[in-house]
Each structure stands twice: as C-alpha cells, then as structure tokens.
C-alpha cells in the first residue's frame, strides 16, 4: 500500500486491518492506510461506507473488533490516554456543555490537555476573534448557532495544537469567511510537519486541500492515492474529482438518474 516504503519516523497514523461490526453488518471491514506527517488526507465514501466509523476509532470512542492504530508510534489500544492527548478530534456535530460559557468550555479542554495558562490566553484570544466569537465568548453555549457551536470545537483543537487532528465534515454549518480561514488553518497545520485527517463530503473542499485522499466503499478501501494517481484509475486524466468519485464508486446508474429528471424538466412535469 503507498506510504509503506516511507520513513516510520514520518508517519502520524497507522492503521492496520481495522474492523467494526454492529449487530452482523461490518461498518469497517479489514481496512489498513498511512498517513504522513505534514499531510492533509482525506477520506472520502459514500453515505454509510464507514467514514464516520473509522474516525470515531481513530479518536478512540469506539473500540475496534480487530486491527490496531497507531499515533505518532503509539498504540492506541494500550495507550488511549497518551494517543488522545496528541490528538484533536473535531466531530460533525460536536456536543458541548451547554451551561458553560464558551471561555469556560475552553478552559476545560484547556486542562484536560494541560495546557499552560499563558499559552492558552494568547491562542484562545486569537482564535476567538478569527472566528468571530470574542463578543459571545462569555455567553452560554446554549444561546450559540450550529456554525458558532462548530467554530468553538474548532477553537478547542487548534488552541492545543496538537500533532494529529482528525476532522469529520469541518465545513458544515460555516459561512463563507469561516470556511476560509479553517481551509487556511489546516494547510499552516501541515505546514508545520502535523497532519489532518479529513472526512467530507464536498469533494470540491477534498480536491482543494488533501494531499492524498482515500475512497471507502461498504466498508472497504477502494482505492487511495493523490489526485493524479486516482484520475488515471478511473481513466478521467482530464475530470474533475467528482467525476473521478463517481467512476471509482461504480454510481453508473447517475446518469440515466440526471438524463430523467432532464427530460421531465424540458418536459414542464
């Protein structure tokens, strides 16, 4: 698999033959993948393939059936405490303490983590006004939006400034600008020599950031690689990686899909 080859020393994630089972249907069935530091990879698949899955045992809140991951050489079944301690994990739907404010909130995971107090007011200061919630910073999280709600999750990860952050659906529930400066935010991330482990489904966001990117498929990887490698698999050297996702996840019937709702438009039904 690419990345085998590699310097140990330069790999953030390790994943080996990892499977998870709910109730005799395999969410994640033997999947093994490397990823590098200094690289953002993403994760891509279809709705139930198993993404949100494998990033919950990758954060350590779920216990795979069988396989093993490492962090940064760590094993995360014998060593969940340290592992987590090196990782930032942002969910699709974060859930917060609602009766806490939002400084309070941050303080928490700030001593979770240890992280020493004056390095945790020069980067929640900075943070919070990036995103905008330097004036609610002291409101109750129950009065934040979604978006705001994502932005302080977010705020939480990039204050400890972790070596891993593995990211499920960052963008959603983010205007524009936000968007922005998080897509910004991950490059300076991999920048520095740390690694993001990214799960989305917007492909445009996938093709923007992600230094190699892998693609599961009922549980399974299908294929994996950087952008060129993956066109050249689906013979689409000149596509866009929406057409690439599409070829490479067999959804062939997409076409007499979009040629139907067509002719029912010219149609007026």
């Not at 990782?87 to 699709?92: A, F, R």
């Not at 390095?119 to 129950?142: K, N, P, Q």
């Not at 600008?177 to 998080?182: E, F, N």
């Amino acid at each position: 698999m690419e990345g085998e080859n590699r310097d140990q020393s330069s790999t953030a994630i390790e994943i080996r033959g990892l499977s998870k089972e709910f109730g005799g249907y395999k969410a994640v069935d033997d999947i093994s993948l490397s990823v590098q530091a200094g690289e953002i990879f993403g994760f891509l698949g279809p709705n139930g393939a198993g993404k949100t899955t494998t990033i919950k045992m990758l954060a350590g809140i779920l216990k795979p059936d069988c396989g093993s991951i490492m962090i940064k050489g760590i094993d995360l079944s014998r060593h969940p405490t340290q592992c987590k301690q090196i990782t930032g994990y942002i969910p699709d739907r974060p859930y917060l303490y609602e009766k806490l404010t939002g400084l309070e909130f941050l303080r928490f995971v700030a001593s979770l983590y240890k992280l020493p107090e004056k390095m945790f007011h020069a980067r929640t200061g900075s943070f919070l006004e990036i995103f905008d919630l330097a004036d609610w910073s002291r409101h109750l999280i129950e009065s934040y939006s979604h978006g705001m709600r994502q932005k302080l999750i977010m705020t939480a990860a990039f204050m400890l400034d972790p070596p891993v952050i593995i990211v499920d659906e960052p963008m959603v529930g983010l205007d524009p600008k936000s968007a922005k400066i998080v897509k910004e935010l991950f490059r300076k991330h991999a920048s520095e020599g740390k690694t993001v482990f990214l799960s989305t489904h917007s492909l445009e966001i996938a093709e923007e950031l992600c230094d190699r990117i892998a693609i599961i498929l009922q549980g399974r990887i299908r294929t994996s690689g950087d952008l060129a490698s993956l066109k050249r698999e689906a013979h689409l050297e000149d596509s866009d990686l929406e057409e690439v996702f599409l070829e490479l996840t067999g959804a062939v019937e997409l076409n007499a899909i979009i040629a139907a709702l067509r002719s029912e438009k010219r149609e007026g039904v």
